[in-house]
């Protein structure tokens, strides 16, 4: 690696680092955070097999880009010093000479019921981490891109502990200078609160190309690598207030990250259906 895990110190930690979790099942609540429960002290924990799979469909196919073009993705928005190129129908991301950290924000704001899949594939297993940013808003129900909001430059802390309000998931997480903990986790923000933990989404030297679903019906979220399901559950507005709806989804990655994407798509949920969303 060229330089700068020392960053992690600064921002992988708080996903990788974070010290022990308390577990509670999922219908548990938790009492108002005091003072001294900072972001890194999880509220509320739970695995995905505490819940059951929700009856989910898709409904309207409401946003798609192949992401093999730059005219496919021509109204996203990249913050941070990241760099897309576009190769045998792929996305590659990037920061050139891992110069920093980078959010690459989707153009369209969601509605607070969604299905949302992508592929992806690991180009340099050496290091990296991702994470999807969903639900995201200012913290008046703005969108992202509003001027009114401060300035974000990729750095972690701009997306997770200031004004934004989001939920995201980090579903790889590799860094060969730390121990290795093989956990996906839920946050909610803006203050960092860990909400729910799943086993790895991709493993740290995987190659393969991987199918991401993220779903979220109203106040139920869950998600899958593949055919495996990594995260599942329900926000009872008991941790860090009420539950989020509409808003921007995101894709962010550390600067020592190469990933490839490929077919991100969105649809409503159909909630007349009576059959289950499968990656």
Not at 33 to 43: K, M
Not at 196 to 203: H, V, Y
Request: overall charge negative; hydrophobic content about 35%.
């Amino acid at each position: 690696m060229k330089k700068k895990l020392k960053t992690i110190a600064q921002t992988t930690s708080a996903l990788l680092l974070s010290m022990p979790l308390l577990l509670v099942t999922a219908c548990s609540t938790s009492s108002t955070p005091t003072a001294d429960q900072t972001s890194s002290s999880p509220a509320v924990s739970t695995t995905a097999m505490d819940m059951p799979v929700p009856d989910i469909s898709k409904g309207e196919l409401l946003y798609e880009s192949r992401m093999d073009s730059s005219e496919s993705v021509k109204d996203w928005v990249m913050e941070g010093p990241g760099e897309i190129a576009f190769e045998d129908g792929w996305m590659r991301m990037w920061s050139p000479n891992e110069e920093w950290q980078h959010v690459f924000w989707a153009p369209e704001h969601f509605p607070e019921s969604f299905v949302a899949q992508w592929e992806m594939q690991n180009l340099n297993i050496e290091a990296g981490l991702t994470i999807v940013f969903f639900a995201a808003t200012g913290p008046n129900g703005e969108d992202v891109m509003d001027a009114s909001l401060p300035e974000r430059d990729g750095t972690f802390k701009f997306y997770n502990n200031d004004v934004l309000n989001n939920y995201h998931i980090s579903y790889y997480a590799h860094n060969p200078e730390a121990p290795r903990l093989d956990v996906t986790r839920l946050r909610k923000n803006t203050g960092k609160y860990l909400v729910a933990e799943g086993p790895t989404g991709i493993k740290h030297d995987s190659t393969d190309i991987h199918k991401i679903t993220l779903v979220k019906n109203r106040d139920h979220i869950f998600f899958y690598v593949d055919d495996r399901e990594i995260i599942n559950w329900v926000d009872d507005g008991s941790v860090n207030g009420k539950v989020y709806g509409a808003g921007r989804i995101a894709l962010r990655q550390m600067e020592w990250s190469v990933f490839r994407y490929r077919n991100f798509k969105v649809w409503s949920v159909d909630e007349n259906n009576e059959s289950v969303t499968k990656p």
